[in-house]
């Protein structure tokens, strides 16, 4: 992992301080239902069971791979500090944890397949989360990537504005 600069040291910071009341969840909220039922969701599991967040930034390689999207929304609030920093250290070590991370962050559009699912799943993603931590999450995308090229800044711009209005709900 890379020593980060001085923005990205307060910024991880801010992230620390903002998700430290986020509670762990516990081996029974990793993955939704019994982790046994599908071969991808026991991966998981196997992989988030008993692990923190500091796990995810101290030891990337175990989990860099290991689906976003099959953790409980409860898992997922708690373990997105650690993969905002993981990214914030080194986008090129964490590869698709970012991409997941900026695909969990994208609320769904009307007109999407499957929208209700996912507008719910969003919902119970970020509805509980404070105001420091969508401020977080917001300073997050303008670090690293509303500043980047490698989505486009056309692209992100969206997301950082729904974030804006978002931040200042809670």
């Known amino acids: 992992m890379k020593t980060p600069d001085p923005e990205a040291s307060q910024l991880i910071?801010?992230?620390r301080?903002?998700?430290?009341?986020?509670?762990?969840?516990t081996d029974q909220n990793i993955v939704p239902g019994?982790?046994?039922?599908?071969?991808?969701?026991?991966?998981?599991?196997?992989?988030?069971?008993?692990?923190?967040?500091q796990d995810i930034v101290s030891?990337?390689?175990?989990?860099?791979?290991?689906?976003?999207?099959f953790l409980t929304t409860d898992a997922r609030r708690y373990f997105l500090q650690g993969y905002m920093i993981a990214c914030i250290c080194d986008a090129e070590e964490a590869?698709?944890?970012c991409d997941g991370i900026l695909y969990e962050l994208t609320p769904p559009q009307p007109g999407d397949r499957s929208f209700e699912f996912w507008k719910s799943d969003f919902d119970?993603?970020?509805?509980?989360?404070?105001?420091?931590?969508?401020?977080?999450?917001?300073?997050?995308?303008?670090?690293?990537y509303a500043g980047s090229d490698k989505y486009g800044r056309e692209?992100?711009?969206p997301l950082v504005e729904f974030w804006e209005v978002f931040?200042?709900?809670a």
Do not use: S
């Open 13 to 15: 910071e801010t992230i």
């Open 17 to 25: 301080r903002a998700f430290a009341d986020c509670p762990q969840p």
């Open 34 to 53: 019994d982790p046994y039922d599908d071969w991808e969701a026991v991966n998981v599991y196997k992989a988030y069971r008993g692990a923190t967040w």
């Open 59 to 69: 030891n990337l390689e175990h989990f860099r791979f290991e689906p976003i999207g």
């Open 95 to 97: 590869d698709v944890l």
């Open 124 to 144: 119970n993603l970020t509805n509980p989360m404070t105001r420091a931590q969508r401020e977080a999450v917001l300073e997050y995308l303008r670090y690293d």
């Open 155 to 157: 692209k992100i711009a």
């Open 167 to 169: 931040a200042k709900q």
